[in-house]
């Protein structure tokens, strides 16, 4: 079974607005990764959140880590058309770096 | 600097048959991965490597066999294709050590089982 799950599955936002994911795990993790992923593309690594942190920032994004919850979330600000995408967490639970992916948001940014 | 290769991009293969999917990496990284994508899903891991000469199972190994028999190579084996088969598959590698990394990703191999 898939350690995440993203949530919305599909989210579909109008320009400049703000996008918010959400990604829930099942076990203790040491880091959370978030990835894009546009259609028939290989991935984009976005950030990298330790197990010791509760926010991160970089440009436009924002995650979130509630370690209490087994939650992360990913808000992307201003969105554009171009982050039209599917975005995956991935978590890292046994030190190992055996990265376990989830199942996805599938986000679509009308122009 | 390569990074992440994948050969082959793109395979069509018969039930029945078997194939060889080559990871290379030039970066030294200790940790190597196969995942599997199916459309609409997220990434399964299928077998990854913690290092020269060793291999262990994901979370969707059967079908599948690996070799680590060089650091910066990870093939994965199929024996016996079947259409279940069908998929994207992705290699990544890691290094270790402290501080920030992630998963160097490949740019994926098409494969369809017929």
């Known amino acids: 079974s898939q350690q995440g799950e993203e949530d919305p599955q599909a989210l579909s936002i109008q320009e400049g607005e703000n996008a918010t994911m959400n990604c829930s795990y099942k076990?203790?993790?040491?880091?959370l990764q978030w990835y894009r992923q546009n259609s028939g593309r290989g991935l984009v690594h976005l950030i990298l959140i330790r197990s010791n942190e509760r926010e991160k920032h970089s440009g436009r994004l924002r995650v979130t880590l509630d370690t209490s919850k087994k939650s992360s979330s990913l808000l992307i600000t201003a969105s554009r058309a171009a982050d039209t995408a599917s975005y995956f967490c991935?978590?890292?639970?046994?030190?190992?770096?055996?990265?376990?992916f989830g199942t996805g948001t599938r986000l679509k940014v009308l122009a | 600097n390569a990074g992440v290769t994948q050969t082959p991009k793109f395979r069509v293969l018969k039930t029945g048959q078997s194939m060889t999917l080559l990871c290379a990496q030039d970066?030294?990284?200790?940790?190597m991965y196969w995942y599997r994508q199916d459309p609409g899903m997220g990434l399964r891991l299928i077998h990854y490597?913690?290092?020269?000469?060793?291999?262990a199972k994901g979370e969707v190994p059967d079908g599948y066999n690996v070799s680590r028999l060089k650091k910066q190579n990870f093939l994965l084996g199929l024996e016996s294709a079947a259409p279940s088969q069908t998929s994207v598959y992705f290699c990544?590698?890691?290094?270790?050590?402290?501080?920030?990394?992630?998963?160097?990703f490949g740019p994926g191999t098409r494969l369809l089982v017929l």
């Open positions: 970066m030294n990284h200790e940790y």
């Open positions: 490597s913690v290092g020269e000469g060793t291999t």
């Open positions: 990544a590698s890691n290094p270790t050590g402290q501080g920030e990394r992630s998963p160097y």
């Open positions: 991935a978590t890292d639970t046994s030190g190992t770096y055996k990265y376990i």
């Open positions: 076990t203790s993790i040491n880091n």
